[in-house]
């Protein structure tokens, strides 16, 4: 092999590595520039020695010749539909249906992203791409394998060893938002029609009949599906997600595994509220069986398989103008940066503010006051800024500098360790106190009637109240001449909140604000260490290992108890007589029918609400727990009860209505 051969050859495989670094890993190890010049050896190289030249070379991207048509494709394993919901209802009904379908069997759950671009097909024979092709109908689509050779975070040629000899991956075509902009930039320099969105984009980019047009879309693509396959050996979702990385597919980001379909769909709830970190659009989430042989005997339906469903949530965007950039001092000190917007209707409500989460998020976008921005309102989730549109930046707007100093109490600011979130590190901090104590009046938490934001922006700007344990001193002649508070009104809140003081631990504990502290995590230390004083004397270690409490939480807490602040809090609201145990334990727990039982609460019950009854369950030396598993033993169940019902009786565990677990606890 001659040395311009061997430079050749080895040059491709590089770059190869490096897309796989990049487009699959996400993990670059070289700049930008530095991979341009790569490419651009091999293309000096190639157009030197054009003997040598490879229809799968990395510099091959750009595009050949138009084509005269687009072929159709018949799908040799059909690309069938996914059946659809908008409603949590609808989506438990439906994983009661596979728990009806798969009956006495453990079905784990895989949750990903339901991207937002155009359905693919790509098949690759011995290691080699030979075919792309649309959805279309499901049954036939078109050829595009002119287009999708252009993208370059899809291989030509799969990585590794162990190549199956036919392997058809399905997957979605989308485009990133900052490649929008960009792209709307240019069509507004060339005066020529902007894009709405970026799905317009790939679906009229993917179906061009000349891939050079293609090549300078910047597509991408994520790989989430198997069609056609031969000598795979994997049995799962996961595994098979794994298998396209090694091979240098690009798989679908974000994907969790879970035991139970309703740790699913509550984790869904939470990833709708993080889908302004990502850089591309989606417009749902994918619920999917992970276990391929539980696929096969769900089967499918004329339209769709039965193994899977889409959870989605109507999006709106609307287009305004960012006026200003403001931060905000939260109750544990994050400093979170909001838009102020010219009112603009969204999803039927005038819109003048939407969250920009934090510094880096204000970078990666570029926003700056005076931009034109698209805002998006998706489900539940408050709006958020999408992206700029740049194109309608007629001058140059200053960058939004975020601030060094606490804008409420002139703290230096600081930025969690490994982390993106910037905080005031102050306690008494007033926006934080005022925060703090609209949390400590909400009901989940010392559920003080009355005392409502307006009276705690009162209270707090006069100096009245500075701490918790002033709330608890606040007299009836302090309060009368406050705005809309009289005799009768300040009489009142005095008593709701000396009432607010035999709450209980567990509420306590929510109550004060400790990062990574929320009702059930403060429920679940109330019941292992039943009163303060224990608490504060468990160490990192013995905090760690209680169930559902790791590293992260039980340092947290630690680091408070035993901060300047912790400790005169709590002794504050000691010297005050704010209860610090939890409720009684029994005198002994092993005789009860509950002691040491692990109970699950599920559906509306006739006479008391949910959380009302896991506190007697722990009062009484059982554990409530959220989910049903092989180590719950029993399940207290009213109407609507769903999924946990079916898997609780799938598994033969005993279920018991409200009235039979009176009974059972009147046993002694």
Not at 171 to 185: F, S
Not at 282 to 288: A, F, N, T, Y
Not at 457 to 470: A, N
Not at 490 to 505: E, F, P, W
């Amino acid at each position: 092999m001659r040395d311009s051969e061997r430079e050749i050859a080895a040059l491709r495989e590089e770059i190869r590595a490096h897309d796989r670094k990049y487009y699959v890993q996400a993990a670059p190890v070289i700049s930008d520039l530095e991979y341009d010049r790569l490419v651009e050896r091999l293309r000096r190289l190639e157009a030197e020695h054009p003997h040598l030249a490879d229809p799968d070379s990395p510099t091959r991207r750009i595009g050949d010749a138009p084509v005269e048509g687009l072929v159709p494709v018949v799908h040799q394993a059909p690309m069938l539909s996914i059946d659809n919901t908008y409603s949590l209802e609808e989506l438990r009904a439906y994983g009661d249906r596979v728990a009806r379908l798969l009956p006495g069997e453990t079905i784990e759950w895989i949750v990903e992203l339901k991207i937002d671009g155009v359905a693919v097909s790509l098949t690759y024979e011995r290691g080699r791409l030979v075919q792309a092709a649309t959805r279309g109908n499901g049954r036939v689509g078109d050829d595009i394998t002119h287009n999708i050779r252009t993208l370059s975070d899809v291989p030509l040629r799969l990585a590794g060893e162990n190549v199956p000899p036919l392997l058809e991956v399905r997957g979605e075509v989308y485009m990133t938002n900052a490649d929008l902009v960009l792209l709307n930039e240019e069509q507004r320099r060339q005066g020529k029609e902007l894009y709405a969105n970026t799905r317009n984009v790939v679906a009229g980019s993917v179906r061009l009949l000349d891939p050079r047009i293609c090549a300078q879309r910047r597509l991408r693509l994520f790989c989430h599906g198997i069609g056609r396959a031969e000598g795979l050996a994997v049995s799962t979702h996961m595994q098979f997600l794994e298998m396209l990385r090694q091979l240098g597919l690009p798989a679908t980001p974000h994907v969790t595994l879970w035991p139970d379909f309703e740790q699913a769909v509550v984790h869904c709830d939470s990833l709708i509220e993080r889908l302004h970190e990502l850089n591309f659009e989606v417009d749902g989430l994918v619920l999917k069986v992970n276990r391929f042989d539980q696929r096969e005997r769900l089967g499918s339906t004329s339209k769709a398989p039965r193994w899977l469903i889409a959870y989605k949530f109507e999006k709106y965007e609307a287009v305004t103008r960012l006026l200003d950039i403001r931060v905000q001092v939260g109750k544990t000190g994050t400093v979170t940066p909001v838009a102020d917007l010219e009112p603009v209707l969204l999803a039927g409500t005038t819109v003048r503010r939407a969250s920009l989460h934090n510094a880096d998020e204000i970078a990666r976008k570029d926003v700056r006051p005076g931009d034109i921005v698209v805002v998006e309102k998706a489900g539940k989730v408050i709006p958020h800024i999408v992206r700029v549109e740049k194109h309608e930046r007629k001058e140059e707007l200053p960058q939004f500098v975020f601030p060094t100093l606490c804008p409420e109490c002139a703290t230096p600011l600081v930025q969690d360790e490994g982390g993106v979130y910037i905080r005031c590190p102050n306690p008494t901090c007033p926006a934080q106190i005022r925060e703090r104590i609209r949390y400590f009046a909400t009901r989940n938490a010392m559920d003080i009637e009355g005392l409502g934001d307006k009276l705690i922006e009162q209270i707090v700007s006069t100096g009245l109240v500075k701490s918790y344990g002033d709330l608890y001193r606040l007299r009836v002649d302090q309060l009368v001449g406050l705005d809309r508070m009289g005799q009768k009104s300040s009489g009142n809140l005095v008593a709701a909140i000396l009432a607010s003081k035999d709450r209980g631990l567990a509420r306590l504990l929510n109550a004060l604000s400790i990062r990574h502290v929320g009702i059930r995590v403060a429920a679940v230390l109330a019941e292992r260490f039943r009163s303060l004083d224990a608490l504060t004397a468990a160490s990192v270690e013995q905090l760690s290992q209680v169930l559902e409490i790791g590293p992260v939480i039980a340092n947290s807490v630690h680091e408070f108890l035993h901060s300047d602040y912790g400790r005169r809090t709590i002794a504050e609201l000691a010297s005050l007589g704010v209860t610090m145990q939890g409720p009684p334990q029994i005198e002994s727990p092993r005789a009860t029918p509950l002691a040491g039982k692990t109970i699950v609460v599920t559906g509306e019950l006739p006479r008391r609400k949910r959380d009302e009854i896991e506190q007697l369950i722990q009062q009484l030396g059982g554990r409530a727990a959220s989910s049903v598993s092989k180590k719950t033993d029993f399940v207290v169940a009213g109407e609507k009860a769903g999924s946990k019902l079916d898997k609780a009786q799938a598994l033969g565990i005993r279920v018991l209505t409200e009235d039979e677990f009176d009974d059972l606890i009147a046993q002694q």
